[in-house]
């Protein structure tokens, strides 16, 4: 273990820390929370897009006829869905760090360098993972309310929407962590180069059956976006790890 000055810690000191921790990432997602509230109508002009444009729809005095908010409070709640979760996603540095700082006195000081990498790999890849998840939107949709009949009208309500928004985001942004995490275990040693390339088979099947399952949609199209950078960042990670175990094995001769 490190030998950090407040290694002895007491129990009170530690739950005082986390709360000074938490306080602090509270603070920041509240502060994303504002951006959300004030950019609101743009945010959800953005996320509306792929069913209908609402700026146009209120210039020509429009209806969109497929999104719509229900009961007397729809439109504060879902005001502050939407604003809580843009606070949530743009204060992720802030929380993420937090986190490690809290866990960091813990750890020896190359698993805290270790570290310190996975959390600047781990945020640009969650957001290319969710930009991807938010451009193929479009084309999901589109093959979903394919499946309604001609002879009906799909009434959706928007928060039911901004949750299915969401799973799409959120999955394409948590798999594209694959590689981070793969070579954050090679990095501390847990698994090799070798072990993560020898099975690579099986990885690819599973990954395509990962994105079978989880994928929004069953068109190839989708399911393709998805599994092709999978499987390259799949053999990246391997890759990388070669290079480590090969770098750490000229160190200890």
Same mark, same amino acid.
């Given at each position: !273990? ?146 309604? *009949? ?62 079978? !399952?989880?994928? *929004? ?37």
């Amino acid at each position: !273990m490190s030998n950090r000055g407040d290694s002895g810690m007491s129990l009170l000191e530690h739950f005082r820390e986390l709360r000074a921790r938490v306080v602090k990432s509270a603070l920041a997602i509240l502060f994303g929370a504002l951006f959300g509230w004030v950019f609101y109508d743009r945010i959800i002009n953005k996320l509306a897009s792929p069913f209908c444009d609402l700026s146009t729809a209120r210039s020509t005095h429009k209806q969109c006829g497929i999104l719509y908010i229900n009961g007397v409070l729809g439109p504060l709640n879902l005001q502050i869905k939407v604003a809580l979760l843009v606070g949530l996603i743009v204060s992720a540095p802030v929380w993420i760090y937090q986190l490690w700082a809290f866990v960091a006195p813990g750890l020896h000081a190359r698993e805290r360098k270790n570290s310190i990498l996975f959390i600047i790999c781990a945020i640009p890849f969650f957001a290319g993972g969710a930009t991807l998840g938010y451009l193929i939107l479009p084309t999901a949709v589109r093959v979903l309310m394919g499946f309604t *009949p001609n002879s009906l009208t799909n009434l959706i309500r928007f928060d039911d929407y901004l949750d299915f928004v969401l799973r799409v985001i959120l999955l394409f942004g948590a798999a594209f962590e694959l590689p981070v995490f793969l070579v954050a275990l090679n990095l501390v040693g847990v698994i090799s180069g070798r072990s993560i390339l020898k099975p690579w088979r099986f990885a690819i099947f599973g990954i395509a059956l990962f994105t079978a !399952m989880f994928t *929004p949609t069953g068109d190839p199209l989708t399911m393709s976006l998805l599994a092709v950078p999978l499987i390259a960042f799949y053999f990246l990670a391997g890759g990388i790890a070669l290079l480590v175990d090969r770098r750490r094995a000229r160190a200890a001769s």
